[in-house]
């Protein structure tokens, strides 16, 4: 089954240099990345990412670390990878969520860690099933985004949208 799943480079794996290493890290899966960006992670986003979170006692330490709030490092690198189990090959490269149950030869067991205040820094986000990476998608990127359309699209067109271009 083809599938996309969504993988952040956490502040911590930015802060610590690690992105080249964990994007080798991800290439042993041999799927395709559908689309890349650096995203400065607002409060509301962060919130709706780990919404189903919300009732943990971690969940306050939870957004600040993927706002960047403990690593001076405001941002995170979003990706989504496409392909045949593309979800199930992610997770298990990356380990379990702790990093200190995670499997050394895995991304969180090589470069992850818990701080002394429980923070359970574990240097990258991947979805865990097909719903969550479909939400999780649409939440971070828009369809012009991907390369590759694995969910419905539709084209509108927008009149007197305010936005950035060059001068
Ligand atoms: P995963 O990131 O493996 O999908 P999750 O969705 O259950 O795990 O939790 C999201 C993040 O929340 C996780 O990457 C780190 C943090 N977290 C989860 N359980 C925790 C705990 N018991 N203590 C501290 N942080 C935790
Ligand atoms: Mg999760």
Redesign the pocket.
């Given at each position: 089954m083809i599938e996309q799943t969504l993988v952040l480079i956490k502040p911590d794996g930015l802060k610590k240099s690690l992105t080249g290493n964990i994007l080798t890290r991800l290439s042993e899966t041999r799927l395709e990345i559908a689309g890349a960006k650096v995203v400065k992670v607002t409060r509301e986003l962060a919130e709706k990412h780990?919404a189903?979170?919300k009732d943990?006692p971690?969940f306050e330490?939870?957004i600040k670390y993927i706002m960047g709030e403990l690593h001076e490092r405001k941002k995170v690198m979003a990706l989504v990878y496409h392909g045949e189990d593309a979800i199930k090959k992610v997770?298990q490269l990356?380990g379990?969520?702790?990093p200190e149950k995670a499997a050394p030869d895995t991304i969180r067991g090589q470069y992850g860690r818990?701080t002394t205040s429980?923070?359970?820094e574990?240097v990258v986000?991947?979805s865990?099933n097909r719903e969550e990476a479909e939400r999780e998608i649409k939440l971070w990127f828009s369809p012009e985004e991907l390369v590759y359309h694995i969910y419905p699209v539709k084209e509108i067109v927008i009149e007197k949208v305010k936005k950035l271009i060059w001068v």
């Open positions: 780990y189903h979170l943990k971690f330490e939870l997770r990356c379990e969520t702790n818990i429980g923070v359970y574990n986000h991947a865990a």
